[in-house]
Nanobody
Framework: QVQLVESGGGLVQAGDSLRLSCTAS????????MGWFRQAPGKEREFVAA????????YYADSVKGRFTISRDNAKNTVYLQMNSLKPEDRAVYYC?????????????????WGQGTQVTVSS
């Protein structure tokens, strides 16, 4: 079982930027897609962004497209989420996740490992 550890969350103002990082333990990191999800209070966990095992393709939720960028460094077993132009509605706990295969999907069941989450709070 892989361990995923997120970092980089915090409290920012609307319009600010944050970069989240997620480092994975174990080998064969580059063989699996990686994703970021988020969960706001009282809401279900939702897809944010995902990236293929080799970083060649990325996918985004419509709500973050053009503002967030997912990337990965397979040499460091790390995936990133650069979040720009943050809005109050981006407030949530953000989770890093490992896909079951090389190509990512947007469904929670398609990911088999999850980090502990990192809080992002955006004030207006």
């Amino acid at each position: 079982q892989v361990q995923l550890v997120e970092s980089g969350g915090g409290l920012v103002q609307a319009g600010d930027s944050l970069r989240l990082s997620c480092t994975a333990s174990g080998r064969a990191f580059g063989m699996r897609a990686m994703g970021w999800f988020r969960q706001a209070p009282g809401k279900e966990r939702e897809f944010v962004a995902a990236i293929t095992g080799n970083g060649g393709s990325t996918y985004y939720a419509d709500s973050v497209k053009g503002r967030f960028t997912i990337s990965r460094d397979n040499a460091k077993n790390t995936v990133y989420l650069q979040m720009n132009s943050l809005k109050p509605e981006d407030r949530a706990v953000y989770y890093c996740s490992r896909g079951r295969g090389f190509s990512p999907t947007m469904g929670v069941p398609d990911y088999d490992s999850w980090g502990q989450g990192t809080q992002v709070t955006v004030s207006s």
